[in-house]
């Protein structure tokens, strides 16, 4: 089956920091997006990207569909306490089916 | 979280009896998903509906498990005989009608299940 492999697992960075995280998989998707999940709640949208080579702001966070589709990348730019939780990518293949990677932890210390 | 609701949002039941989780997608959505997601770890595929068909169920278990999506009303999964493994997290997710345009999926706040 397809893989999607997302690194860092975890990170713990000072405020203000910049961050980067990355998604890779083993097959092509036709869509990549990026959530945020804090603790006890669902996954909240942050970036979707439907081209490759697309480079899609949303305030501090960058995030970049992959020219060879198979992989996309998520910047967050000067770190706040707020941007604390678990960030996950997802693909979706041509089936319509939506497959995520295992999540980066990220950690911010005031 | 966009309109997805889920109920109910915390559901304990005892080794052995039934949970019925519940979805509502977002209004003009036809397509639901159905994950699972364990403590300290990511989303699991487990089923792909639309309305009255199951599309993908390539990640539910053989037994004990079911999903539906009838004509009318919510999608439903359905774990007969719970095991203490069953506990976890259970979102559910829904997509617009055209599978094959630029969409995406939306969450909802999730089912927390749990065994005793």
């Known amino acids: 089956g397809q893989q999607l492999n997302q690194s860092p697992q975890s990170m713990f960075i000072q405020e203000g920091e910049d961050v980067s995280m990355n998604c890779t998989s083993s097959s092509i998707f036709n869509t990549w997006l990026w959530y945020k999940q804090d603790p006890g709640e669902g996954p909240v949208l942050l970036i979707a990207l439907y081209k490759a080579g697309e480079l899609t702001s949303n305030g501090r966070l960058t995030a970049q569909f992959g020219i060879t589709r198979k992989d996309s990348f998520l910047n967050i730019s000067a770190s706040i306490p707020s941007d604390v939780g678990i960030y996950f990518c997802a693909g979706r293949n041509n089936f319509n089916k939506f497959y995520f990677g295992s999540g980066t932890k990220l950690n911010v210390k005031p | 979280n966009a309109g997805v609701m889920q109920n109910p949002r915390h559901l304990v039941r005892r080794r052995g009896q039934e949970a019925r989780l519940r979805c509502s997608p977002m209004k003009g959505h036809s397509h639901v998903y159905w994950y699972r997601q364990l403590p300290e770890e990511g989303l699991k595929f487990m089923v792909y509906l639309q309305k009255e068909n199951i599309i993908d169920e390539s990640g539910m278990p053989k037994e004990r498990f079911s999903a539906e999506f009838p004509k009318e009303g919510p999608s439903i999964l359905r774990i007969q005989q719970v095991v203490r493994g069953d506990s976890a997290a259970y979102f559910c997710?829904?997509?617009?009608?055209?599978?094959?345009?630029?969409?995406?999926?939306?969450f909802g706040e999730g089912s927390w299940l749990t065994v005793v």
């Open positions: 997710a829904s997509s617009p009608r055209q599978p094959n345009s630029g969409n995406t999926i939306y």
